[in-house]
């Protein structure tokens, strides 16, 4: 046990990957089979990921969860900004610019209304919580978009690691709660064809919880969702640091 001790703590971001290999077929596993794909595998995921971290910190008394464990120190590694911020502009540089075409003026208008009220829902809600400064507000507007536009913003802008944890919480709830919702709301607006998708998909914004929704409420719907929440995700990590930071910065003051 000791020689495997030893070996998983020297390849330790090649062990991170594997866990996390697992994590991933464990989530999606009880995604399909326990949920029937109404709660992403993605977001079962999330959820099990914070449950181990904050396990792991309270055996640890540490504040990197798991990663304070010499033997799961590569998960610190593997979920840095470096590999995550990797991670997003090589999915951005997968995309192709003229699909957003095909959503026309609906598409692009519910993208930037989608992304604005979520900063200012998200900015509004931190202020309510004594949060007042820019950079908070910012950064927990930028999670009320997405759990990945939030830790982007907040690591660009130098928000400290406790409202980038909650900026983290407050997407993965907002994704959980449009997988959950959007079957129930579906009939209510008319999300029964690809232009309503594309429109909903940016106006909601996260694409694990788009994908999930719609899956529930329309599987032929999920593409076109999930194109326009997929652009979303990287115009509000471009928007983010910058106009909403100068904007909330213009009306709260430095």
């Known amino acids: 046990m000791e020689l495997i001790s030893d070996v998983l703590i020297k390849n330790g971001l090649l062990f991170a990957f594997v866990i996390v290999g697992a994590m991933m077929w464990i989530s999606y596993y ?17 959820i099990l990921g914070l449950v181990l971290a904050y396990f792991g910190g309270l055996a640890t008394g540490g504040k990197k969860g798991l990663a304070d464990i010499e033997l799961f120190a590569g998960l610190g590694i ?45 900015g509004l809600v931190a202020l309510m919580f004594g949060y007042g400064d820019a950079i908070s507000m910012t950064t927990l507007g930028a999670g009320a978009a997405t759990y990945i536009v939030g830790p982007v913003t907040g690591t660009a802008l130098g928000a400290s690691s406790e409202v980038i944890a909650l900026s983290v919480a407050a997407g993965l709830i907002k994704s959980v709660l449009v997988m959950i919702g959007t079957p129930f709301i579906a009939p209510l607006i008319g999300l029964n064809n690809p232009k309503t ?58």
Do not use: E
């Open 78 to 122: 593997m979920g840095g900004a470096m590999l995550r911020d990797f991670a997003i502009v090589s999915t951005a540089y997968g995309v192709d610019l003229g699909l957003i075409r095909r959503a026309g003026i609906t598409g692009v208008v519910s993208l930037f209304l989608g992304i604005v009220i979520s900063f200012l829902v998200g």
């Open 30 to 46: 009880a995604s399909h089979h326990l949920t029937r794909g109404r709660l992403h595998g993605s977001a079962v995921a999330i």
């Open 197 to 254: 998708a594309m429109a909903y998909g940016g106006l909601m914004g996260t694409t694990s919880g788009v994908a999930g929704g719609l899956a529930a409420t329309d599987k032929r719907l999920v593409p076109y969702g999930a194109m326009t929440a997929t652009f979303y995700t990287g115009l509000g990590c471009l928007l983010g640091p910058s106009l909403m930071y100068f904007m909330f910065r213009a009306v709260m003051g430095g």
